[in-house]
């Protein structure tokens, strides 16, 4: 089945850093792959979404890559604030299975000090 | 901008008893789903549903869950016998029916279930 595999965390930075967080997925079918963050005692708000190889998703100063050959959706900023503090969670859905759902990844803790 | 809704936002309850939670999708979309976050751990899928059946459910939707959606706005998840272990955010998601494309869902704002 579909699975989507996040780098551990928890990851702590700087402000004004430079954040990565790896994400690669397995799919038997085509995916479309999201971002999602969420705040502390808060639900999920999609970050960014790409629904096919080489398109790059991107706000609020992030961005992320849909690798097909690595089979990746790597999430990068390039420089960190305080308020970036969050959960993220990567997914992806498979757009060949009328029902849609949505695998998620464990999730990596991101935790920005001034 | 339309937004997926879910009512209570926090329910607390006695092991045993029965729970049902509500979900207002977004009026145009037509599949709908139910997910649950145990406190700290990944989100889980638990159900779709779409043309007033399920199309799709986890191991975890066994036979103490169902779903309705008893009028045409409110997309139900009742849980018959509530456990302690069933404590979690429950997430409702919408989405519209497309064609090959992009599956975005739209998440509600979760209810937090207490099981004591």
């Known amino acids: 089945g579909d699975s989507v595999t996040q780098m551990e965390g928890p990851v702590t930075l700087s402000e004004e850093a430079f954040l990565t967080i790896n994400c690669t997925y397995t799919a038997t079918g085509y995916p479309s792959l999201f971002w999602y963050v969420q705040y502390p005692g808060e639900g999920l708000q999609l970050l960014l979404k790409a629904t096919k190889a080489d398109d790059k998703g991107s706000n609020k100063g992030f961005e992320a890559t849909y690798r097909k050959e690595t089979t990746s959706f790597h999430l990068e900023k390039g420089s960190v604030q305080v308020s970036d503090s969050a959960v993220y969670f990567c997914?992806?859905?498979?757009?060949?299975?009328?029902?849609?759902?949505?695998?998620f990844g464990d999730g990596t803790t991101l935790t920005v000090k001034p | 901008e339309p937004e997926v809704t879910q009512t209570p936002s926090h329910q607390v309850t006695q092991m045993g008893q029965e729970v049902i939670l509500r979900c207002v999708p977004i009026s145009n979309h037509l599949y709908f789903y139910w997910y649950r976050q145990i406190l700290g751990q990944k989100v889980e899928f638990l159900v779709s549903f779409y043309n007033n059946e399920i199309s799709e459910k986890s191991e975890i939707f066994d036979d103490q869950f169902s779903v309705e959606r008893p009028d045409g706005s409110n997309f139900t998840l009742k849980i018959r016998s509530t456990k302690l272990e069933d404590s979690a955010m429950y997430f409702c998601?919408?989405?519209?029916?497309?064609?090959?494309?992009?599956?975005?869902?739209?998440f509600g704002p979760g209810t937090r279930l207490t099981v004591l």
């Open positions: 997914a992806l859905s498979d757009k060949n299975t009328n029902a849609g759902k949505s695998t």
């Open positions: 998601a919408s989405r519209e029916w497309t064609s090959g494309r992009d599956n975005e869902q739209f």
